[in-house]
Antibody, heavy 119, light 107 residues
């Protein structure tokens, strides 16, 4: 049974960096068939795909253009997890953040982390 | 980015009703579309993958179909536990994009 466990702070100050981690059990971040994504959800933006990392003989990482200059998704094979860093956050980055596995659809999701950007 | 236009945004329904939700893609995405159900405070749950394939374990009252760039999601006979918000998602080209959601309510 695949499980994704998210961790990270729920409150971040404006201009600082949002950091979240998604620990994987029951699968491997280096899987040759899955991709690992971060998705966020807010009332104003709905469900917004932020990016993905996947391994197919080498690592591939894609980002949404809307956050491309501020985002870093990093797989960690030693801990079987992947992380999200979003720099220079503003109140518009306030959202519920999810990690998820894509195989045939996003079939497993983390529990979600509500991140509020506020001083 | 590919735009997914989902309608209606909300639907007032009764138990036993047939419910239909549509998503239109802004360009050809083949059958690269999934459907999700989301209940308050929970992550989305995958119901249909690749436009018309029911995920294992999902009740057969849920179904999906495709006609060109138009996709339809159907609940044949609404059950009380189906009250939720439903989303489509395309995975043809990154960035993957979601519809705006359809919230089902009980009359």
């Amino acid at each position: 049974q695949v499980q994704l466990q998210q961790s990270g702070p729920g409150l971040v100050k404006p201009s600082q960096t949002l950091s979240l981690t998604c620990a994987i059990s029951g699968d491997s971040v280096s899987s040759n068939s899955a991709a690992w994504s971060w998705i966020r959800q807010s009332p104003s933006r709905g469900l917004e795909w932020l990016g993905r990392a996947y391994y197919r003989s080498r690592w591939y990482i894609d980002y949404a253009v809307s956050v491309k200059s501020r985002i870093n998704i990093k797989p960690d094979t030693s801990k079987n997890q992947f992380s999200l860093q979003l720099n220079s956050v503003t109140p518009e980055d306030t959202a519920l953040y999810f990690c998820a596995r894509m195989l045939a659809g996003y079939d497993y999701w983390g529990q979600g982390t509500l991140v509020t950007v506020s001083s | 980015d590919i735009q997914m236009t989902q309608s209606p945004s909300s639907l007032s329904t009764s138990v036993g009703d047939r419910v239909t939700i549509t998503c239109q893609a802004s360009q050809d995405i083949s059958s690269h579309l999934h459907w999700y159900q989301q209940k308050p405070g929970r992550a989305p749950k995958l119901l249909i993958h690749d436009a018309s394939n029911l995920k294992t374990g999902v009740p057969s009252r849920f179904s999906g179909s495709r006609s060109g760039t138009d996709f339809t999601f159907t609940i044949s006979s609404l059950q009380p536990e189906d009250i939720a918000t439903y989303y489509c998602q395309q995975y043809d080209i990154v960035p993957y994009t979601f519809g705006q959601g359809t919230k089902l309510e009980i009359k």
